[in-house]
């Protein structure tokens, strides 16, 4: 899921510039951290959260079919 959520936000921003923790958890939870520049988090986060929820939701798909749950954080 690191590698997926590395890939949207690559294509979102356009830049290289934010790092991701991926954190699992023992009852089936992974934990995503990403930190970003204070430009880009406007660029993620996008008009009324819309971006950083669709990311949600497409990181969700993937983690529904290998029966986990995703949580995505956003730190500047």
Sequence with gaps: MKDLLAF?????????????TEED???????????????LAGLIIGKEGKTIKNIRRLVSVKAALENKVVNISLEE
């Design 8 to 20: 949207i936000l690559k294509n979102i921003t356009g830049s290289e510039e934010f790092t991701i």
């Design 25 to 39: 958890t023992e009852d089936g939870k992974v934990n995503l951290l990403v930190k970003v520049p204070q430009e």
